[in-house]
């Protein structure tokens, strides 16, 4: 069975500082890791995809990818209290469209 | 990016009735659409995924002839919840996926609330 597991936090960081989010996945056999965010009673919006081991960078925010260790990483440089909301690591295995296998989500909390 | 449509957003209804939720692509077409319920302060779950053209594939424990789901062109899927009851009350979303490997794209959501 796929597990995708996070800290449900919440995990409350002070505006300016750096979140760290993290994630750990089952099946080695995983292919492609995304971040989504989700405010409450919204649907989740894609943030960060990251297919190879190592750092990718957008903007603000920085995917880490462990696949030796099955773990997957979020950091948001310079929070704002906008980036406050519940954010979700989903993992796709492949072998068909199988949908993506998500984590119940860390509740983040930035701090004015 | 591309956008998925969702309608309607909300639903509140009596026990006993059905519902139907409809999920359209609207600038690319969706080989697969998958539906996901999420209850307050989980996880999205996977119910099932719908292929245009060819039966859904239900996730276990989905109860196909409660949860109805219609693929019938490459950018609407129907999702539509039969004899509603209490306990469907939840948040469901849809999401669209243009080919293998592509970006998954989500619905808006609709939340459901069964009286």
């Known amino acids: 069975q796929k597990e995708v597991e996070q800290n449900s936090g919440p995990l409350s960081v002070p505006e300016g500082a750096i979140a760290s989010l993290n994630c750990t996945y089952s099946d080695r056999g995983s292919q492609s890791f995304f971040w989504y965010r989700q405010y409450s009673g919204k649907s989740p919006e894609l943030i960060m995809f990251i297919y190879s081991n190592g750092d990718k960078e957008d903007g603000r925010f920085t995917a880490q990818l462990n696949k030796a260790s099955q773990y997957v990483s979020l950091l948001i440089r310079d929070s704002q209290p906008s980036d406050s909301a519940t954010y979700l690591c989903?993992?796709?295995?492949?072998?068909?469209?199988?949908?993506?296998?998500f984590g119940k989500g860390t509740h983040l909390i930035i701090q004015p | 990016g591309a956008v998925v449509s969702q309608h309607p957003s909300r639903v509140i209804c009596k026990s006993g009735t059905s519902v139907k939720i409809e999920c359209r692509s609207l600038d690319f077409q969706a080989t697969t659409m998958f539906w996901y319920r999420q209850f307050p302060k989980q996880s999205l779950m996977l119910m099932a995924t719908?292929?245009?053209?060819?039966?859904?594939?239900?996730e276990q424990g989905v109860e196909k002839d409660k949860f109805l789901i219609n693929h019938a062109s490459l950018t609407l899927s129907t999702l539509t919840v039969t004899s509603a009851h209490p306990e469907d009350s939840s948040f469901y979303i849809c999401s669209a996926q243009g080919g293998r490997n592509e970006k998954l794209f989500f619905g808006s959501g609709t939340q459901l609330s069964v009286l």
């Open positions: 989903a993992v796709y295995s492949g072998g068909g469209a199988d949908g993506l296998t």
């Open positions: 719908s292929n245009e053209g060819s039966k859904a594939t239900y």
